[in-house]
T-cell receptor
């Protein structure tokens, strides 16, 4: 069964550094999402992406965040200057139909 | 922001028992999804509900979309040890938009 994949599984970075989290969606899926989950808390929406543009973003998704689908395959989340509070699990979600979202295994981001 | 109230927060049951958990909201959702998350992994979709009143099963799991569109429940029958994990409800207000997640129900099954 096709799966969403994410790399790396764990990223450790220094505060202020840039990180890029990568996702390979299920092929033929058209809708892409990023969510994050701070340890012990619920999953929170960051951004949705369709037809090569952002369709919705949350208040968390400020100017430090950006997304792109550079090669029609990978879907990336960039954090320009990481802060301590960015430490979380980041989940990529994809969907073929607009009403269903499947998630990858996540990238654990640790900001020191 | 939108809130989904999920209960109970945690459950400790014996293998073989049935389990029920639910989510309620003060506002309407047009789609309800139920996910299971194992430690250190991503949420795995269990059941999707698209119509008010809909009752859908997936093996030992049954979920219902409330008539008012403000609630949903998930039942697990004859629980087994591998049912252990955190179960999340998630609501979608309109197609392609953000999922709003509940706080999760931590399920522990004692063999």
């Amino acid at each position: 069964e096709p799966e969403v994949t994410q790399t790396p599984s764990h990223q450790v970075t220094q505060m202020g550094q840039e990180v890029i989290l990568r996702c390979v969606p299920i092929s033929n899926h058209l809708y892409f999402y990023w969510y994050r989950q701070i340890l012990g808390q619920k999953v929170e929406f960051l951004v949705s992406f369709y037809n090569n543009e952002i369709s919705e973003k949350s208040e968390i998704f400020d100017d430090q965040f950006s997304v792109e689908r550079p090669d029609g395959s990978n879907f990336t989340l960039k954090i320009r200057s990481t802060k301590l509070e960015d430490s979380a699990m980041y989940f990529c979600g994809t969907g073929k139909e607009v009403d269903t979202q499947y998630f990858g295994p996540g990238t654990r981001l640790t900001v020191l | 922001g939108q809130q989904l109230n999920q209960s109970p927060q945690s459950m400790f049951i014996q293998e073989g028992e049935d389990v029920s958990m639910n989510c309620t909201s003060s506002s309407i959702f047009n789609t309800w999804l139920w996910y299971k998350q194992d430690p250190g992994e991503g949420p795995v979709l269990l059941i999707a509900l698209y119509k008010a009143g809909e009752l859908t099963s997936n093996g030992r799991l049954t979920a219902q979309f409330g008539i008012t569109r403000k609630d949903s429940f998930l039942n697990i029958s004859a629980s087994i040890p591998s049912d252990v994990g955190i179960y999340f409800c998630a609501g979608l207000k309109r197609s392609g938009s953000r999922l709003t997640f509940g706080e999760g129900t931590q399920l522990t099954v004692n063999p």
